[in-house]
């Protein structure tokens, strides 16, 4: 069955940084465009990133622009999301999330509703 398993997070002080990973099986990882979504308390979620399914692509949110940094290794199945300068206001679970589309082309979905498959979330906690 499909599986999307994120793993990094943490509590971590302002400035600081944090790498979350997500595992995928289930699917042809390969061949879909990948994204993080995050959500605090009491809010929507929303977009951070995504990538292609080559790699070469990327989309991020405007606020996490020159602070984070998606990436996946289809060799392995995976992807990152290299999170520098964190700050208080990142605070919330990030959710890895796989795009509905499976075809090549460059395919860069900031909706939750272009994706398929959700992992459980990972709790990312920047304390002042």
């Known amino acids: 069955q499909v599986q999307l398993v994120e793993s990094g997070g943490g509590l971590v002080q302002a400035g600081g940084s944090l790498r979350l990973s997500c595992a995928a099986s289930?699917?042809?990882?390969?061949?879909?465009?990948m994204g993080w979504f995050r959500q605090a308390p009491g809010k929507e979620r929303e977009f951070v990133a995504c990538i292609s399914w080559s790699g070469r692509n990327t989309h991020y949110t405007e606020s996490v622009k020159g602070r984070f940094t998606i990436s996946r290794n289809n060799g392995k199945s995976t992807v990152d999301l290299q999170m520098d300068s964190l700050k208080p206001e990142d605070t919330a679970i990030y959710y890895c999330a796989a795009d509905t589309v499976q075809t090549a082309g460059v395919y860069l979905h900031s909706s939750a509703d272009d994706y398929e498959y959700w992992g459980q979330g990972t709790q990312v906690t920047v304390s002042p």
């Open positions: 289930g699917f042809s990882f390969s061949n879909k465009p």
